[in-house]
């Protein structure tokens, strides 16, 4: 299907860019890489006349280390992300998540910020990011919160980010000391397909190598009855965590 006509809006600031989407109330868009955005608007679900591209806001692309917190810029492409040492070293689980999205064209468009506010079930990252227990930084005309990753997905396509609300960066805490993680991806046919379920796992061992705390994190709703928590020698294990569902603890 042909894209219907619409105006592009390129702000260069968080300020601007809020500004811009209190004043169209609604009717436009927020396009980050447009992996996902462009097709549905091919399909037709959603048709918006104004997209505001965050390409051009100087900031949202960085990765640095704050305090000893990852924050990365929302418009970080997911690429960048599997590439950038510092995540590769200290946030593996994170790094390797990422990289099990899609195929390198895609990862090389497709934005952190992009892959978390279109909220699908199969996102990759988001149990990663649910297991290290992220938080997210959202803007809006008015200043800026910051939501904990746990409380960001509020349903099926649905997220905390308002209309005219802006997510400008996720941050995550260190993995804990003596922390091992993974994330396991099952794709119905080829390794690039979206997953049909991801796990993502992170155990962490005391000092006398018992289990001291378990996370797991999925992308299957149906999942958070399913499990929980684990752990023969746990001391403290936290069952299942999904999106928009507090883990429980065993
Ligand atoms: C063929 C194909 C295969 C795919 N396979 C996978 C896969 O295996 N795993 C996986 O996890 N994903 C997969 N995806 C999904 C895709 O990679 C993600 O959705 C992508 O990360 C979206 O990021 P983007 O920057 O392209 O977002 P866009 O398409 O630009 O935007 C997506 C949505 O988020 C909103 N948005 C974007 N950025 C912001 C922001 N900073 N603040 C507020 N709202 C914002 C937009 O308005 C839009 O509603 C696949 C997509 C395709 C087309």
């Known amino acids: 299907m042909r894209l219907r ?12 860019a809020v500004e811009i989407l209190a004043r169209l109330d609604g009717e436009a868009r927020v396009i980050a890489g447009g992996t996902a955005l462009v097709p549905t608007m091919r399909l037709g679900l959603v048709a918006p006349d104004r997209l505001v591209s965050l ?36 946030w593996p689980l994170l790094a390797h998540a990422a990289s099990r999205v899609a195929t390198p064209p895609i990862r090389s468009s497709a934005t952190l910020g992009g892959n978390l506010c279109y909220a699908e079930a199969a996102s990759d990252p988001a149990p990663a990011l649910l297991c290290l227990e992220a938080q997210v930084r959202v803007a809006d005309s008015v200043g800026e919160r910051v939501v904990p990753i746990g409380e960001f997905f509020t349903g099926f396509y649905e997220t905390a980010v308002a209309a005219g609300e802006i997510l400008t960066a996720v941050r995550v805490p260190p993995m804990p000391e003596g922390a091992r993680a993974g994330y396991v991806k099952f794709c119905p046919r080829s390794a690039e397909d979206k997953p049909l379920i991801g796990v993502a796992a992170l155990v962490t061992l005391d000092g006398a190598r018992r289990v001291s705390d378990i996370r797991l994190a999925d992308t299957d709703p149906r999942a958070a009855r399913r499990s929980g928590a684990a752990g023969r020698d746990a001391d403290r294990c936290r069952g299942s965590r999904r999106r928009g569902h507090r883990g429980h603890r065993g």
């Open 5 to 16: 006509p619409f105006a592009l809006v390129e702000p260069e600031t968080v300020p601007e």
């Open 55 to 90: 390409h051009r806001i100087a900031g949202l692309s960085e990765v640095r280390v704050d305090k000893g917190m990852l924050e990365i810029g929302a418009m970080t492409t997911l690429a960048a992300l599997v590439r950038h040492a510092i995540v590769r070293e200290g």
